[in-house]
Structure formats: structure tokens, C-alpha cells
């Protein structure tokens, strides 16, 4: 059967990029759909180049000018990681015509050393775009919809997918990688087994920070196992024997593939001591699910890692939503020495929107105590809160804070 494609949110910003930039970038996680979004987009019109076979790659790296004038522009060339000699002869062909847009579309799953050289080398050039798994919205063909504070703004409604509970769990534990949510019968376990150890293989042991896999893995789970907590890397180093800097460098490695994000504290001249520590989110639930474990959807909201796994899920949420549109998104957390707290601080128009994650189907007031206080203390900077339910209503819980279902996300 051939695949379906599903529609993604970053489909207008790549054409937009591809009109006014000689090049474009489009990163992420292996598996996340960059190749068969710019050969959806661009098939027609752009010849596509995969850059990972051995001898593509050494036909590259031998001639880089040959190579270039056997496949001239417009084209795609995928995987750009394996053949970064390439760069400065691209830049070469750029500057000769730089005027015309969309020459070339390159796609790269490591962050690490290859934006490095893309920046170096083709800087005012490019465009550099990112393309994580599918956002829920996209998964249930909503590219195109609002976040519950911009609808708000704005003064309009969207249309609601209704998730049971046990539709949600299920959800979560495949997570939202295009391949599982175009292929519904396919095995999670297997699929997210093969998912992991081909990025083992393939993407971590060419970064030199990782000598020993095994160990990898070891803290990769573990980092699994403390998603949406404070993150304590020297107490983590010590229960896996290896040193605060290791644990720093292959924290660097997860983030540079796209796996997991930090998200940092937001402060402000308020008066109040805050916790310093940040927080570590996979980016993928699925993925999460699958490293701490979970095997069976009852146990992904009954287990001890239910709340972390809803609030993971959240954030990735509403990190793919800005993340497809071409934005930076700026996503924080607050929390006073006190214990108050609110899960996500996002800055959006002008105002910083607090946001917390909550497991039940059953929002009540006090819930949005962290949100009131948080409100408080930043006055006008705070913008109208958001409890993200498990359940499927949506009502006012105290003034200028509301319950949504995570399906609204």
C-alpha cells in the first residue's frame, strides 16, 4: 500500500522560504517526514538526491564540482550530513546566480556539526527550517488550526477532535511519528524499537562526545525516566557512573538530534526566589513511552508516569505547533522556591501565557491555583491561563483561567 501522505503545517512557510532564499534547510528528527514533505512539495519541479548511500556519498566527496554539475539546481539533496564537502561548492553555485531562489533544498537529521557548516558556510543564503513528528492537529487534518489563546484573541472557535480516554493513551504510546499514524496496524513496540537503535547506529556513534552505546542507551533511559521533572545531570552522571561533563556532552547530543528539549525557568524582577534548575522533554510521547517501558495504553495513564508522560505530551504539542509554522518558540516553565508553580510559560503576542498540564478527566478549581499566583505576580504580563485536561470538556474554571481538552491543543 503506499503511503499516505498527511497534510503538515510547515507546507506555506517551505514555499515562502523556497521563494526568497537560494537555499533551504529543513532539519529534524530521523523519520519525522522531511523527505516526503519536500518531494510532495517540490517533486515536479526539483530532481531529489539521497546523499546516504555509500557510493552517492563517496561520488560526492571525490568530485564535488562533477557531482553539482550532474545534478544542477533546482534540486533536492537529502541527508546533507553525509557529504558536507559539498557545502562550499553549493555556496559557489549560489553566488553565481543569487538571485534565484530555491536553488537547492537540503535536508539533515543531525543538528550538530551540520548547522554548524551550513551556517559557516552558506550564511545570508539559507533558510533553515524545522520539521518534528506530526502535531495531533496534523494527525487528525487540522494543519492549519489556532492555539487555544491565539483562537481566543481573535474571537473564533475551531472545530474539536473528541479522543477517549483510551483513544489518548493509545495515542500516546504510538506517539506521532507520520509512519505510525499513516500505518495505525503497525507494531509501536517494534517500530519504536528499530526507531531507537537505528538512531544509535546511525546518528549518535558519529558524534564524537559518545564512545560507549551501551552506557548511551542507559542514559537515555534514564533521562526517559525523569521527563517533566527538574533535572539534577550530576545526581544522573553519579547513578550511571560517568562524569557531570559526559552527562552535559550527551545531554548536547540528545538535543542536537532532535530527541529531547530543555526547557528553562522564566524569571522575572519580581521579588521572589525562583527554582533554577531546568526541565528535559522528549519530543516525541511515543518515543518517552517507549523507553520507560510502557507496553500496554492503561498503562500509560495509570502508571507512575502518567502525569509525566500527559505533560510531555502537552509540550511537545505545543512546541510542533510553533515549531511548523517557522517560529522559535519561547516556552518556559515557573516555579518559586515555595512550591508554586505553572507547567509552560509561552510568550505569545505581547503576553506570557501560562499553561498547566493536568491527568483527569475531571478539571477542578484548584488546579489553577499555580496559574492565579502566577498571574499575580506578573500583573499585565500575564495573559489569560489554560488547564490542558485529559478529559473532553471545555469550562471557565476561576476569572481569565479556562479547562480545555487536550484535544483542543
Known amino acids: 500500500m503506499a503511503n499516505r501522505y498527511i497534510p503538515r503545517s510547515l507546507e506555506s512557510v517551505l514555499r515562502r522560504a523556497a521563494r526568497q532564499f537560494p537555499a ?17 512539495v517540490f517533486g515536479s519541479s526539483h530532481t531529489y538526491v539521497s546523499l546516504e548511500p555509500p557510493d552517492v556519498r563517496a561520488a560526492a566527496s571525490a568530485d564535488p564540482r562533477g557531482f553539482l554539475d550532474f545534478y544542477p539546481p533546482p534540486v533536492i ?3 546533507i550530513q553525509y557529504a558536507p564537502d559539498l557545502l562550499p561548492y553549493i555556496k559557489e553555485l549560489i553566488d553565481e546566480r543569487r538571485s534565484r531562489a530555491g536553488q537547492f533544498l537540503l535536508t539533515g537529521s543531525q543538528n550538530l556539526m551540520m548547522l554548524e557548516q551550513v551556517t559557516e558556510t552558506l550564511a545570508g543564503r539559507t533558510a533553515i527550517l524545522r520539521l518534528l513528528p506530526l502535531s495531533q492537529l496534523e494527525a487528525t487534518g487540522r494543519p492549519r488550526a ?4 491565539e483562537r481566543r484573541s481573535k474571537g473564533g472557535g475551531e472545530t474539536t477532535v473528541h479522543l477517549k480516554p483510551r483513544e489518548l493513551q493509545r495515542a500516546f504510546m504510538r506517539g506521532w511519528y507520520p509512519d505510525l499514524v499513516a500505518h495505525p496496524r503497525r507494531d509501536t513496540t517494534l517500530w519504536h524499537a528499530s526507531y531507537v537503535q537505528t538512531y544509535l547506529e546511525r546518528d549518535v556513534r558519529t ?13 537515555l533511559r534514564a533521562l526517559a525516566a525523569r521527563s517533566a521533572q527538574l533535572l539534577n545531570l550530576s545526581e544522573l552522571a553519579r547513578d550511571l557512573g560517568v562524569t557531570a561533563n559526559t552527562a552535559k556532552a550527551w545531554l548536547s547530543v540528545l538535543e542536537a538530534t532532535f530527541q529531547v528539549v530543555v526547557v528553562r525557568p522564566y524569571f522575572a524582577n519580581i521579588g521572589k526566589r525562583l527554582v533554577k534548575s531546568p526541565k528535559v522533554y522528549f519530543t516525541d510521547v511515543g518515543t518517552l513511552c517507549y523507553l520507560v517501558g510502557l507496553r500496554d ?4 495513564a495509570a502508571g507512575p508516569m502518567g ?5 510531555t505530551a502537552v509540550f511537545s504539542e505545543i512546541l510542533k505547533v510553533l515549531v511548523h509554522r517557522g517560529e522559535d518558540p519561547q516556552i518556559y516553565f515557573w516555579r518559586t522556591a515555595a512550591g508554586r508553580e505553572v507547567d509552560f510559560v509561552i510568550e505569545a503576542g505581547g503576553k506570557l501565557i501560562p499553561v498547566e498540564a493536568k491527568l483527569s478527566a475531571t478539571p477542578r478549581p484548584p488546579m489553577a491555583a499555580g496559574i492565579a499566583a502566577f498571574q499575580r505576580d506578573l500583573g499585565e504580563r500575564a495573559g489569560h491561563g489554560y488547564v490542558v485536561h485529559s478529559g473532553d470538556i471545555r469550562l471557565p474554571m476561576r476569572e481569565r483561567v479556562t479547562a480545555i481538552p487536550f484535544a483542543e491543543l
Open 146 to 149: 489556532r492555539l487555544p489563546w
Open 77 to 79: 539533496f537529502d541527508e
Open 307 to 311: 502525569g509525566a508522560i500527559f505533560e
Open 207 to 219: 558524534v564524537r562526545q559518545v564512545g560507549d552505546l551501551a552506557l548511551f542507551q542507559n542514559f
Open 24 to 40: 533551504v534547510v529543513l532539519t529534524g528528527p530521523r523519520q519525522s517526514g522531511k523527505t516526503t514533505l519536500l518531494r510532495h
Open 297 to 300: 495504553p492503561e498503562h500509560v
